[in-house]
């Protein structure tokens, strides 16, 4: 089956010609053959009625069959095109990087040099781009080269690639004459590929250099610098040139023999020249300088010096030549030419463009002002060294640079990258690099020249740019709504989203046109003539507002009906007409169900016994609230939307209210037990329970109210009465052991101290059993008075809380070897018995839970009574637990502690963390209630 599919390739048309093959066989012999076989007309009519739905039984299965086939064959090409866009795509990157980014002229055409494709560089010199080419079907060849002649010539060069390179000019957009040098490359499927580069520069170059060399040539020939040749010793003027003549007013005969003195201002100037070049001429046999000179009619000028030491074969100094050229233009040019310096310096800091120079063997640089400003280091520290320089190109960046440098030195090549580096200050900069390497005569590299332009915000928008592009296209394939474009005056399909067709249920390949489209979409005649002139007289209004239809009923392809919302978007100046369509026919069945839901609900929220309100959790305003909170609080309905949840609440709860708020609003419910205020300023117990809920297309949530006040007060009771009734189990316990057990070990022990003199005649054995044994009935009379004061501290009764604690930290400190420390703020409380009771024991449960399972060497408990409330700290330094292990404890000492607090109506708080140490506090308010 799998071979079958590979070779039969089905499309819609090959269906539709199978199909109708099928049909015409099938009626051409099947209406014969029933006609041979029944003559009867009754008979036939019946067999023909039999024979339409075989053939409609057995067309559909092959058609179900065909069209399978078809599915399989279309997944396996989707596989396949998705494999090529890949490759395509990986294609697409190198072409964009070969044909749009590098800096010559390609071309890509046909044989027939009718088709043409260009690069960004042709469209940069010449001025055609593809679109436009394409749009108003130029003829590239006429186009840049007009004349038949010159064009016959290309083409015979088209024609034959791989003949090196030619050049000829090429007629720009603009009407201008550029000369480019081509060369042509046929690929493999006879496609060629022109390379093509802009000689205007290079051609203007050689001009300048040719220039230069004649304009040399003529300074040199018209060298109006002086030459004199002097004999080492006197100084005495042994020859000079034509221009010595005119530039001192001397003949050349009153020149030869005399002293150079004659040349100078005075004698002492004379002699501050010898000696200023001296000790030069001697180190290096030459030196240069700048003197005022004096000319035979008496005038001065400004000269410029370069005296030169000659040496005969022997090494010894045979002449001196002296270079003296009239400098007074120059000081006025030097003048001239820092100005210009200067407008350079400032034109480099307008481009943001440094330039660089850099001496491979010494690892010199030199910085122009602008790049100190570039990479914001010091001036004054000067240029930075190539190492420093490295650091500032991080990472690839860095390699890269390095590896352009190396290029240069190495190789001699020039490099034009773009690079990231990171300033003396910190911060993060594009530049673009060029370098080029300078040779000498032998073909060294000598010398690296080269700019750098901060480039940063260029780059930033091209950053910005190209995430724009990639949004909009991410965004236009995303969209939740379908959106097309076609051209006003055709109606043809130029772009159709995924969800365009999705939500139309036909695909692109059928909505090509408008025509189409309403065709396949509205396929009800009367209706889609309806729709057609509603939508055409809307958009011949050329009203954007009145381009815009609701539910609208569509057909799909598989016949579903759905309802859709469309608006058009004309761009008449574009030719474009931007069509958007929203699927709402979920949203209007939903509409109808929350319609029915609501009421529903509503009923359910009105009519229940127990309070019920909806609030906005982010501002906690009630929004709506039933009879039975009117009820139960005492407020009106208005009161109630006019209040907050924070109105309802004692002080005291509000923040923990806010923050209960923000800690459960993900939570899909909440159940919570709080307290509540009536209308009355009454004081109730609630347990809410909360769960969002959408309501007028928002999200708030709905709380039901369960009112446990009476439950609260029992469960109070009950706790009162269990503890009451355990300290008088605990009183009447201490006291039978105190008074009972206690008192018989005290007389047993007494009856065994009066034999004790008799000992002596006991045997020895008997003696250590008698001692031994007299030993643990001490032990056991010590042991039976601490129970009995553990179970009821008589310190409480007789001098309060405070000293009962401090009983309690010295029988600790003599039994253990940690260090107590017991801090309090008022010595007598005056507390009621249950209540003193009721914190000793929570001090004396968390201190031995400490002393037992800490491990800890310092235990420190804090008593603070504050003016309506006592707060409690017990902390020890042991090896602590973590916050889940602690609260999952469910031992009976916790759960008798929070008992106690809750009987206290005090909060309860534990912060410990592994080897950290535990911190237990607890703070009991309304302290005036505690009171005696």
Aim: proline share 3%.
């Amino acid at each position: 089956m799998a071979n079958n599919d590979q070779i039969i390739t089905l499309s819609p048309l090959n269906i539709t010609i199978i199909y109708l093959v099928v049909a015409g066989l099938w009626i051409a012999f099947t209406d014969q053959l029933l006609e041979s076989l029944a003559s009867d007309t009754h008979t036939l009519s019946i067999l023909q009625t039999y024979k339409g739905w075989f053939y409609v039984i057995i067309t559909a299965l092959g058609l179900f069959w065909l069209l399978k086939l078809h599915e399989r064959q279309t997944l396996a090409s989707k596989n396949e095109l998705l494999k090529l866009v890949e490759e395509l795509k990986t294609e697409k990157e190198l072409n964009d990087i070969l044909f749009e980014r590098i800096p010559v002229l390609i071309t890509i055409y046909d044989p027939d040099l009718e088709a043409f494709e260009v690069n960004k560089e042709f469209e940069k010199v010449i001025g055609w781009s593809n679109e436009e080419i394409e749009q108003k079907s130029i003829n590239l060849m006429e186009a840049c080269y007009p004349d038949k002649e010159i064009r016959e010539k290309v083409v015979d060069f088209m024609n034959s690639p791989g003949v090196g390179w030619k050049e000829f000019n090429i007629t720009t957009k603009s009407r201008e004459e550029i000369p480019i040098s081509w060369t042509n490359v046929r690929l493999t499927d006879d496609t060629s590929v022109g390379i093509g580069i802009d000689m205007s520069e290079i051609k203007a170059s050689q001009a300048k250099i040719r220039e230069s060399q004649k304009l040399l040539r003529k300074i040199f020939e018209s060298l109006k610098s002086s030459l004199i040749i002097l004999d080492y010793e006197s100084r005495t003027i042994i020859n000079c040139n034509k221009s010595t003549e005119e530039l001192f007013g001397y003949t050349k005969e009153e020149l030869e023999g005399n002293s150079t003195r004659i040349l100078h201002v005075s004698k002492e100037k004379f002699e501050e020249f010898n000696e200023m070049g001296a000790a030069e001429l001697e180190e290096k046999g030459f030196f240069q300088t700048e003197f005022v000179m004096q000319r035979k009619d008496g005038s001065t000028f400004y000269s410029g010096h370069t005296v030169t030491l000659v040496y005969d074969e022997e090494g010894e100094v045979d002449k001196v030549v002296s270079l003296v050229r009239d400098i007074t233009d120059q000081k006025k040019n030097e003048l001239e030419l820092k100005r210009r310096q200067e407008r350079l310096i400032r034109s480099q800091k307008i481009g943001q463009i440094g330039d660089w120079e850099f001496n491979p063997k010494t690892e010199k640089i030199n910085w122009s002002p602008t790049m100190f400003e570039i990479f914001e280091r010091d001036s004054k520290l000067g240029p930075p060294s190539y190492e420093e320089i490295q650091t500032n190109y991080y990472g690839a960046y860095s390699k890269k640079h390095n590896k352009a440098i190396e290029a240069a030195i190495e190789k001699k090549e020039s490099s034009d990258i773009d690079l990231r580096l990171k300033t003396d200050k910190g911060n993060k900069k594009f530049v673009r690099a060029k370098i080029i390497s300078k040779e000498n005569d032998k073909g060294e590299v000598i010398k690296l020249l080269g700019i750098v332009q901060d480039i940063t915000d260029r780059k930033n928008s091209e950053q910005k740019l190209k995430q724009r592009n990639t949004f909009i296209e991410t965004t236009l394939e995303n969209l939740p709504i379908g959106v097309a474009v076609n051209t006003i005056d055709d109606g043809q399909v130029t772009l159709m989203n995924k969800r365009f067709c999705q939500i139309y249920g036909w695909p692109r390949e059928i909505l090509k046109d408008v025509d189409s489209f309403f065709e396949h979409v509205y396929p009800e005649e009367d209706y889609r003539s309806r729709i057609r002139q509603q939508v055409m007289k809307d958009m011949e209004s050329g009203d954007p507002e009145a381009m815009e239809w609701s539910n609208i009923s569509i057909t799909t392809q598989d016949g579903e009906t759905k309802i859709v919302n469309n608006k058009a978007i004309p761009l008449y100046e574009q030719n474009l007409m931007i069509s958007t369509v929203i699927d709402v026919t979920q949203q209007k069945k939903l509409e109808q169900r929350l319609r029915e839901s609501e009421e529903k609900y509503r009923h359910i929220f009105e009519k229940n016994p127990q309070p019920m309100w909806i609030y906005n959790p982010d501002t906690l305003e009630f929004v709506e609230v039933n009879q039975a909170a009117i009820k139960h609080y005492g407020y009106s309905e208005k009161e109630f939307l006019n209040m907050t949840l924070a109105d309802i609440r004692p002080p005291e709860d509000i923040e923990k209210l806010k923050n209960a708020v923000d800690k459960h609003w993900s939570k899909k419910t909440y159940t919570g037990e709080w307290r509540h205020l009536t209308k009355d300023e009454s004081l109730i117990h609630v347990e809410v329970t909360a769960t969002n809920v959408q309501y007028k297309d928002k999200t708030y949530r709905l709380a039901l109210i369960h009112d446990i006040t009476e439950q609260k007060h029992m469960q109070q009771k009950i706790i009162d009465s269990v503890i009451e009734g355990e300290n008088q189990e605990r009183k009447r316990i201490a006291h039978e052991l105190h008074d009972g057990l206690g008192q018989y070990l005290v007389a047993a022990s007494m009856n065994f101290e009066s034999v004790k003199s008799d000992i002596d005649k006991l045997p020895q054995k008997r003696q250590n059993q008698l001692n031994t044994g007299l030993s643990l009935l001490k032990n056991a009379v010590s042991e039976t008075r601490s129970i009995a004061y553990n179970l009821m501290p008589k310190a409480i009764a007789d001098y309060g809380l405070i000293t009962a604690v401090k009983n309690l930290v010295q029988n600790l400190q003599k039994s253990t070897d940690i260090a107590f420390h017991f801090d309090y703020n008022k010595e007598e409380l005056n507390l009621k018995d249950q209540a003193e009771i009721n914190i000793f024991r929570i001090i004396q449960e968390l201190v031995s839970n400490a002393v037992r399972h800490a491990d800890c060497s310092t235990i420190s408990i804090e008593l603070q009574v504050n003016r309506n409330s006592i707060k409690l700290i017990v902390e020890d330094d042991g090896r602590g637990v973590q916050l889940e292990e602690e609260h999952s404890n469910k031992g009976l000492g916790l759960r008798s502690i929070k008992t106690r607090v809750s009987n206290l109506q005090g909060t309860f708080d534990i912060n410990s963390q592994p080897g950290k140490g535990m911190t237990t506090t607890i703070t009991i308010p309304h302290l005036q209630s505690l009171l005696k």
